[in-house]
């Protein structure tokens, strides 16, 4: 055989192993996510796809994916928008939940949500507990009377209440668990994985939304 023909059986070869590839990673339905057999109810604005992470600041699980949520999340289109719900899978979680919604509340999420994974994970401070979670904040720079008053406010206690409510509806394993427009729901391993499985149904959702 020919150099020329042997070159290009090489080429078709390779092409094929990577269309092999390309399709065996492609995300299936029952495989890589599920679909709700009834949609749930979504807080975003008109025309977004919202991506929901449920998460507790003590999973380690959830401090691994944290650094690759917010690279992801800086990373996209106007288009979509993120939402984070705190769980309650137990009660002693319940701290950690006004955690969320205080720093949620004050503006903080941006400076302080990869802090307090570091803070628990890392250097192993207790945000559980009230006295040790002000001395946290006011190390951070935080008001800790505003901080306080914030964190055992009505409207935080409502907000862990409902965060509680959105868990159970949407019948979550584990965590992080990922939810795309209250549809899909990715399934669980993997972190980069299920960012990519995110990925493929954010571009399926804008394609079923062309056909409408």
């Avoid at 807080?43 to 003590?58: C, M, Q, R």
């Avoid at 935080?142 to 019948?171: C, G, L, M, P, W």
Wanted: glycine share 4%; proline share 6%.
């Amino acid at each position: 055989m020919k150099l020329k023909s042997l070159l290009q059986t090489f080429a078709a070869v390779v092409v094929l192993g990577w269309s092999a590839v390309a399709a065996a990673q492609m995300p299936k339905a029952g495989v890589d996510y599920s679909i709700y057999d009834v949609p749930q109810p979504t807080d975003a604005p008109a025309g977004k796809i919202e991506v929901t992470e449920f998460f507790f600041y003590t999973c380690p699980h959830c401090a691994d994916m944290e650094p690759l949520l917010e690279k992801w999340a800086k990373a996209q289109p106007k288009d979509v928008s993120l939402r984070r719900v705190p769980v309650l899978f137990r009660p002693q979680l319940a701290p950690f939940a006004k955690l969320y919604y205080t720093l949620e509340a004050m503006n903080l999420l941006d400076r302080l949500q990869g802090e307090a994974f570091i803070a628990i994970h890392q250097q192993r401070v207790n945000l559980g507990d009230e006295k040790a979670l002000l001395a946290w904040v006011t190390s951070k720079g935080v008001d800790a009377a505003k901080f306080s008053e914030v964190y055992n406010s009505f409207s935080v206690s409502s907000k862990v209440s409902r965060a509680d409510q959105i868990t159970r509806a949407h019948n979550i394993p584990g965590t992080p668990a990922m939810v795309v427009n209250g549809k899909y729901l990715v399934s669980q391993g993997d972190h980069a994985r299920q960012l990519q499985v995110v990925d493929y149904l954010i571009a399926k959702i804008r394609e079923e939304q062309k056909k409408k």
